[in-house]
């Protein structure tokens, strides 16, 4: 009787061990997806520069729209806006400026993000190879100076897409953070 009590007493002393280590793996579960989900609701939120041009570019653009939650010089000293040159169903142009009417003027331009969908048309890409996350490749175009300068840009392709962040005589450094908070929406 004694054996069989031990017994008993080892199986329920087991069920016991693997109900907590199951319910300790349930609880990091839950805590994990939770915090997925939270995560997912918090970084799709593109710059808060492109918030009143977001609505027109999803109504205008059938092509995935990626917008960078990091732009240089936005640190609120002065004031960034973001127009629509340009929405069709396969392509946008944003020019970023420090003033409303900025069209593009060079005192006020501070570069432009733009998408178009990929064609056997597109020509190649082409410039510096740079890594950007998810382990996409980026190519890097330094500006140039002569009255003016003109924008760095850093392009690469996403899911039949090619995407484009410009800033007038910018440097490789903030362009690649530009796109890499695009790419990871």
């Not at 090619?162 to 929406?185: E, H």
Request: proline share 5%.
């Amino acid at each position: 009787m004694i054996l069989s009590f031990r017994n008993i007493s080892a199986v329920c002393a087991v069920f016991l061990l693997v109900s907590v280590s199951s319910f300790h793996k349930s609880a990091i579960a839950t805590i994990n997806n939770q915090s997925l989900l939270i995560a997912q609701q918090t970084k799709t939120q593109p710059h808060p520069v492109f918030k009143s041009i977001l609505p027109k570019l999803k109504q205008k653009t059938q092509i995935k729209i990626l917008l960078p939650k990091f732009i240089p010089e936005s640190d609120g000293e002065n004031p960034i806006y973001a127009t629509i040159e340009a929405a069709t169903p396969k392509n946008y142009d944003i020019l970023l400026g420090f003033t409303p009417d900025c069209y593009g003027a060079s005192a006020c331009r501070l570069g432009a993000v733009s998408a178009e969908a990929v064609t056997h048309k597109t020509p190649r890409l082409s410039g510096k190879r740079v890594s950007l996350t998810k382990g996409i490749t980026g190519y890097f175009v330094d500006f140039t100076c002569g009255a003016g300068c003109s924008d760095a840009t850093l392009t690469w392709r996403q899911q039949g897409v090619q995407y484009v962040v410009g800033l007038k005589a910018g440097d490789r450094t903030s362009l690649v953070k530009m796109a890499n908070s695009a790419i990871n929406p």
